[in-house]
């Protein structure tokens, strides 16, 4: 299994462009998730999927967009980029359980993005 | 409001030195936590999880946690930290369906 995996590594855009970012994960996961890291502010909650078909919002979504349409994909859009959106992001899945076990999150290695 | 505080953000060692690392979870229902670690240019890696059962919970590389309901605390220790420990860490409650983190800790451990 390749796990979860995120193309672009790194990626600088100009202030207005536009992109998506891609997260896949071969696992079977229902939930999806992005984040956004900043230095000293931990991971922040971009959008989260608990599956195909369905996403909300998280603790930061204004200035991006995402859909699931299919299980192993969940790519994150940014429509008019702002420097404010420089950061790093990940991507993480997870699978739900009950009963003995709880699930664990999965993190993509990450994309660098710049707006300059 | 569901939030993880992490009181020490940045933190030197010595090898060989104890370590604990401080995390404090407000949460109204059944707690899940997690420790994760991001050593540099990494992605996050699960090093322990708390769901039940034993409140001393071990991790890998020699890492382990105390859940004490009381004081509402999930802290990171380890007996004695390697110059390979130098990372973030970082501290998760899981709710229903999203995961709260904390703004990290830096750890540098001094060869």
């Known amino acids: 299994n390749a796990g979860v995996t995120q193309t672009p590594k790194f990626r600088i855009l100009k202030i207005g462009q536009s992109m998506t970012l891609q997260c896949t994960q071969d696992m079977n996961h229902n939930y999806m998730y992005w984040y956004r890291q900043d230095p000293g502010m931990g991971l922040k909650l971009i959008y989260y999927?608990?599956?195909?078909?369905?996403?909300d919002k998280g603790e930061v979504p204004n200035g991006y967009n995402v859909s699931r349409s299919t299980t192993e994909d969940f790519p994150l859009r940014l429509e008019l980029a702002a420097p404010s959106q420089t950061s790093v992001y990940f991507c993480a899945s997870s699978f739900p359980r009950t009963g003995r076990s709880t699930d664990t999150q999965y993190f993509g290695p990450g994309t660098r993005l710049t707006v300059l | 409001a569901q939030s993880v505080s992490q009181h020490n953000h940045h933190v030197i060692l010595s090898e060989a030195a104890s370590l604990e690392l401080g995390c404090n979870y407000s949460y109204g229902g059944t707690v899940n936590l997690f420790w994760y670690v991001q050593y540099p240019g990494q992605h996050l890696q699960l090093l322990l999880k708390?769901?039940?059962?034993?409140?001393l919970v071990k991790g890998i590389k020699g890492f382990e946690a105390e859940f004490i309901k009381s004081k509402f605390s999930f802290n990171l220790r380890k007996p004695s930290v390697q110059w390979s420990d130098t990372a973030e860490y970082f501290c998760a409650v899981k709710g229903t369906y999203k995961y709260i983190f904390g703004t990290g800790t830096r750890l540098k451990v001094l060869a």
């Open positions: 708390y769901f039940s059962g034993d409140p």
């Open positions: 999927s608990v599956g195909a078909g369905i996403t």
